[in-house]
């Protein structure tokens, strides 16, 4: 499949990857006055899609050998490995990341003499030949040590890299986050940023910024704007992640683990259909993008890779997809009076289920899940 190429604005060009539900986003910015012209390539895509994406540059700017420069938020291989064969296309383009990143960068051959160090700009920006300004907005440990954002303010533009990325869970129209997004960056952050410590260093720098970004363009998922920018931000803000959930949950992940096989073992007793009920639970693992979120052994869940509560909101959406009104609602009842038994906190989303219009969220991030 071809790359998804989506003009944002008059200066901003969105490129993604075919990988619904967990795409791969770089953007094409072209900055310009009437005398300067400057492209700048944002996180390029893996070199799985190399060939593609240089057809698209050729398309948007005539060719590779026009990229003025290339930044990296980070070393991960889906937005670094093909920088490298970009660069050798074109002998004009510089790189621009953090010395962090470059430590790991470097052993795709790059040539050092065309790097130029984020550490190195006076107050970590610089001001282009088209009077526009780059910033860069370090952000230790969202995921990774020396990952940096690039804020644009006269464009009000963020790019934000793994921070505020997430799985797709919308629909699959349109590249622009709503509502419904947040459980696909929730789960991203949960499994992929290290803790609530740095995520709200993050966030903080964020609400520093000077204008306040009015456009969001992360590395994965759906692009952030305006109203639901300060929205997102303040959940993630409140959200338990990486080594925090795994401690805040670590001293009653045995009883929670209980808990979960005793109702996954009543769904055993009521379901006629054994072999409909393991696929059920062999999809709840099904995405080839993510770890693992359960682990079962003989169909009993013996691990959570996520938050106990959220894999309780994964078995529920899952089971109640094609159940009846009365075999989804004694699910509820169950779940909610076995997790009373054990003094354990009640979903939410299971608590008081909202009844919706459209489909609901986590309904389809299991059809999407679905390989």
């Known amino acids: 499949m071809p790359l998804k190429v989506t003009k944002i604005d008059e200066y901003i060009t969105a490129i993604q990857t075919p990988d619904y539900p967990f795409t791969s986003n770089s953007y094409l910015i072209t900055l310009k006055n009437k005398e300067e012209k400057i492209n700048i390539l944002v996180d390029p895509i893996p070199q799985e899609f190399f060939k593609d994406l240089v057809l698209s540059l050729k398309d948007l700017i005539g060719g590779v050998e026009n990229i003025d420069i290339i930044f990296l938020n980070h070393q991960d291989p889906d937005v670094s490995s093909s920088v490298a064969p970009l660069m050798d296309m074109s002998k004009n383009t510089i790189l621009i990341t953090s010395e962090d990143t470059w430590r790991l960068v470097r052993f795709y051959g790059l040539n050092r003499e065309r790097f130029q160090p984020i550490e190195y700009f006076p107050n970590r920006r610089v001001i282009l030949k088209t009077d526009d300004t780059l910033e860069f907005i370090h952000t230790p440990f969202c995921h990774f040590r020396g990952a940096w954002m690039l804020y644009i303010p006269e464009r009000k533009a963020l790019f934000s890299g793994d921070l505020l990325g997430g799985l797709s869970s919308r629909e699959v129209n349109g590249i622009y986050a709503n509502e419904d997004s947040w459980e696909g960056i929730k789960l991203f952050h949960e499994i992929y940023m290290p803790s609530k410590e740095a995520l709200k260093l993050a966030i903080d720098k964020i609400g520093r910024l000077t204008p306040l970004p009015e456009l969001i363009l992360p590395q994965h998922g759906d692009i952030i704007r305006k109203n639901l920018i300060l929205d997102f931000?303040?959940?993630?803000?409140?959200?338990?992640?990486?080594?925090?959930?795994?401690?805040?949950?670590?001293?009653?992940?045995?009883?929670?683990?209980?808990?979960?096989?005793?109702?996954?073992?009543?769904?055993?007793?009521?379901?006629?259909?054994?072999?409909?009920?393991?696929?059920?639970?062999?999809?709840?693992?099904?995405?080839?993008?993510?770890?693992?979120?359960?682990?079962?052994?003989?169909?009993?869940?013996?691990?959570?890779?996520?938050?106990?509560?959220?894999?309780?909101?994964?078995?529920?959406?899952?089971?109640?997809?094609?159940?009846?009104?009365?075999?989804?609602?004694?699910?509820?009842?169950?779940?909610?009076?076995?997790?009373?038994?054990?003094?354990?906190?009640?979903?939410?989303?299971?608590?008081?289920?909202?009844?919706?219009?459209?489909?609901?969220?986590?309904?389809?991030?299991?059809?999407?899940?679905?390989?």
Not at 289 to 317: D, Y
């Open 233 to 371: 931000l303040s959940r993630l803000n409140d959200l338990d992640v990486g080594l925090d959930y795994i401690k805040k949950y670590e001293s009653q992940h045995q009883i929670y683990l209980f808990a979960f096989n005793e109702i996954l073992q009543n769904l055993k007793n009521s379901y006629q259909n054994r072999d409909k009920l393991m696929q059920k639970l062999k999809e709840l693992n099904s995405s080839p993008f993510f770890p693992e979120l359960i682990h079962f052994e003989n169909g009993v869940a013996t691990e959570f890779r996520i938050q106990p509560e959220s894999a309780l909101e994964l078995l529920f959406e899952k089971f109640k997809e094609d159940a009846t009104l009365e075999e989804k609602e004694n699910l509820r009842i169950d779940i909610i009076k076995t997790l009373r038994k054990y003094n354990l906190d009640i979903p939410e989303g299971i608590l008081t289920e909202k009844q919706k219009t459209t489909e609901n969220p986590l309904r389809r991030l299991f059809k999407i899940f679905q390989r």
